[in-house]
């Protein structure tokens, strides 16, 4: 048996979500029956401070290998790392991911992917222009959940007519210059929560075509004019519906176990198929059939298992004891495809990935939800 | 004590709806603790067969002094009948509503109210003119399980900012000339099963001015026209945002057992109210807070009780013995305004109906669902 094909992946920003995915990427891929690949962290950035980027590496225990970069600079043009993983706001995504391709680096960059559609656009042709792998980091497309939706779940249902799916947190007392509030780092519900649900809707009804926008409507917040709630209803065609919504004031999960519904929905000729919360990580699912069918199927991500004292999870939350946060799954599509030689993940292409950010675009448009020309523009690099 | 007021009824179409509705005219009122007002069925009329009022009647046990009428003119235009309830196709609504005030009868006409907003709005005239009563039999805003809502448990969630309502069948193979699917018939999901969807989302956010329709989508009819599925979204306002929809292709109940979620949620700032299927009478609620309450509730309507012999339902659909269908709600309410000398129900004024209409008239245009003129006419009474 040959080894297994080794990813080097490069860290710019190590905030939160670096430090799970980090994580993850620590967990002997052979815990998810994953033999002929395997990740290795190479390398750290933080924008400004080595200090920082040390301390990150050591407190996800990285191997001693793995070095801290002064800049994202630095990092990017080291030979090491064979991929970089995005995690800087989405206001600094445009930049950065050029920042790596540039560099000859494969990129594997956080949602929102892009401020707008016209970043992205330049991205996937710069990206195809050098022949490198570029991945939108829509990580529940590569859950088995998700490989059990489109394979043996949402089959059983028939034409789907309609797909409903909510992000909203039932949190609003954000400071003003929190991203979820902060039009400099391209906040608001929409691109933040917003492209989870669009994610879910898209799964069900895209085949290649982008959906008309139907409508939509935003409350803007009052201080900062980013979105706290919006609602966008898609039109795919061929009596085909969505409804994608998200935002702060109302919650997809008010008590937190899932009693008041599902947070996607998905409705076919034969019945639906839910989603529990949360839309951003779901485990739970239900299939109701109009045969009168309910069958429950819940998913937990792999780990080194009870016992192991090992614990992963992102922002407040911590997960059971041994489970990984499942962020490895699209880590390892990442891995098979530059293995392959493909430029894109299965999961979600970069025309999927385009399509979704012109729904945001138009829908930010309608609504004068606006961010900083530094934010939106495609100039490269920024001046100072 | 002084004896109950007794509202007699004439029944124009004698159909279906009008027999449960007939039959819940025939239970006590003391079986719902209503004790001031009775109801006594003096007569009905079919559009052209004084047999089949004469069968009606019977097929009831309609009180001995009940009178079949061989026409609708015949029926108005007698003295016996204090009110009308119209259950004729929703096409033919404004031209009945207007023969009944004509004749200086007070009028509940079933849903959709009229065929657009135009005819309503001249039959609002005409019944102020006239000094009568009249409303729609939007009969769910008239349930306990409503006042329960309007009292207990909407005020728990706090400020309401998202409220969605679906009633779809999963069924659309009906007969082009079924009253679902035939314009002559002013068919269609929208009028028939949309103004529930749009009722239980004006609860939660109509505060007596006109939602903004931000977007609709419609699947029409290959060959009737007609929607076959409708999607709705409005903005009332100040970040209240509303989901209606409705439809032949999904179902709101796919299994007939509620397993598939609510069919009507309102998202509040401290929580969801859900209410379970039918949408069209709903009996099962659930409070969920962001402090983890959860609480169910349940609203069976009262009647004669078990051991009586006695069902009603509507459709394919019978109740468990003894429990009435519902419909003596709404009857009460026109008993109390007709004693009382109120011109509208308190439930849903005739503003209000106006508003809806004009949000269903929009949708329509908006998609070219035009039904013939003879049913969008104001004209009265239409030529032969």
Redesign the interface.
Known sequence: MSSPYELKWGFLACGGIAETFAKDLLIPPSTRDVTTIKHTIVGAATSNSLSRAASFLKNINAPEEAQPYATYHDLVTSPSPTIIYISSPHSHHYQHIRLCLEAGKHVLCEKAFTANAAQCSALIALAREKGLFLMEAQWTRYFPLTEWLRKAALPRIG?I??V?ADL?I?KMDFDATHRMLNPDLAGGGLLDLGVYSLSWVFLGLYKGARPA?????V?KHPTTGVD??T?????FG??R?A?A?C?M???SD????G????CV?F??????V?LFSPTSRPTRA?V???D???EEKEFRPPGPGEGSGWYNGFGGEVNPEGEGHGMFYEADECAFAIRDGRLEGRGMGLAETLDLLRVCDEVREKHGVRFPERVETLEYPLKE
């Open positions: 034409r007519s309609r409903n909203s039932g926008v139907a409508g939509s409507a409350e706290v709630m609602s966008i209803l898609l039109d061929e009596g519906h409804f919504t935002g004031r109302t919650s008010p008590d937190g176990k009693s008041a519904g599902p929905t409705q076919g000729e034969r019945g639906d839910l239900r109701v059939l109009t009168g069918t309910v």
